[in-house]
């Protein structure tokens, strides 16, 4: 299996979806204890520092996304509970 080197425009793609994910990291640092207090036992959606839409069932939250127009990868989401669980997929 041959590895094709990234042209211009996927480096460009990958380079905004990791500043992108940084900036998520960031949001959610700097806000999970009121998040949590606010959301408790939810799953939120956040999209350019806002939450857009939360909901204690993730299937549910993917509809509501999908009916606001947002497809995979746009939002960041998250479970806010008092004792986080920090999973890496």
């Given at each position: 299996?041959?590895?094709?080197t990234p042209t211009p425009?996927?480096?460009d793609?990958?380079?905004r979806q990791r500043a992108k994910i940084e900036a998520d990291l960031e949001f959610w640092r700097g806000h999970?204890?009121?998040l949590a207090q606010e959301y408790p036992e939810q799953f939120i959606s956040v999209h350019?520092?806002?939450?857009v839409a939360s909901d204690?069932?993730?299937?549910?939250?993917?509809?509501?996304?999908?009916?606001?127009?947002y497809g995979a990868g746009e939002t960041a989401i998250e479970f806010m509970t008092e004792q986080p669980r920090f999973v890496l997929l």
């Open positions: 299996m041959a590895v094709q425009a996927d480096t793609r990958m380079e999970y204890e009121e350019a520092d806002r939450v204690t069932d993730l299937p549910r939250l993917w509809k509501k996304l999908e009916a606001l127009g």
